[in-house]
């Protein structure tokens, strides 16, 4: 069953505004990861952060982790057009590698 | 990152026939591969979990009989719909796991499966 829930549920920014995502889950994790789903389309895969990690930054993103509040945002920064798609959270609580994958928040940016 | 393909990528299917959805791992050798189901506007469900040579582990409520599932080789799974139904219309994505990517998962383009 599902056990991530995300907020917002939809998003719609300006182009060069900030995103944030924000993503709460419910057992103990292992890492928490962050996919980006074009519609129609695969999973890609954009950052995953430890457990034991606070804070992870890859270009535009950054992704931050409270463990003891079992929680996770994802920040896009000078958000493009090109970001609009549907953006998941996934924790992974070690039972055999399997992710459970939250609700997902479908962004919009408008140029 | 790995390469996933996925075929096909769109079938249209009458009710009672069975599909076949291939997975290939096309630059790793994938001993786990994962097979995901997506309603519209919804968010990804785990279906089962393919295991190289051995049988393949169901999430619960999903029926083992429906949805078949083989992985034959190190670069290949396959899932099955059997008898497919209407409701069984989805979005279906299956993933690799590349053991030497910390957990990250590399996921298929996806089949749309849509039953008349």
């Known amino acids: 069953s599902q056990q991530g829930e995300e907020d917002p549920q939809a998003l719609s920014i300006q182009e060069g505004e900030n995103a944030t995502m924000n993503c709460s889950y419910k057992?103990?994790?292992?890492?928490l990861q962050w996919y980006r789903q074009n519609s129609g389309r695969g999973l890609v895969h954009l950052i995953l952060i430890r457990s034991n990690e606070r804070e992870k930054h890859s270009g535009r993103l950054r992704v931050t982790l409270d463990t003891s509040k079992k929680s996770s945002s994802l920040l896009i920064t000078a958000s493009r057009a090109a970001d609009t798609a549907s953006y998941f959270c996934?924790?992974?609580?070690?039972?055999?590698?399997?992710?459970?994958f939250g609700a997902g928040t479908i962004l919009r940016v408008k140029s | 990152g790995a390469v996933v393909s996925q075929h096909p990528s769109r079938v249209i299917c009458k009710s009672g026939t069975s599909v076949k959805i291939e997975c290939r791992s096309l630059d790793f050798q994938a001993t786990t591969m994962f097979w995901y189901r997506q309603f519209p506007k919804q968010s990804l469900m785990l279906m089962a979990t393919s295991n190289e040579g051995s049988k393949a582990t169901y999430e619960q409520g999903v029926e083992k009989d429906k949805f078949l599932i083989n992985h034959a080789s190190l670069t290949l799974s396959t899932l099955t719909v059997t008898s497919a139904h209407p409701e069984d219309s989805s979005f279906y994505i299956c993933s690799t796991q590349d053991r030497d990517s910390y957990n990250e998962q590399f996921f298929g383009p996806g089949t749309r499966l849509t039953v008349l």
């Open positions: 057992t103990s994790i292992n890492n």
């Open positions: 996934a924790t992974d609580a070690g039972y055999g590698n399997k992710l459970v």
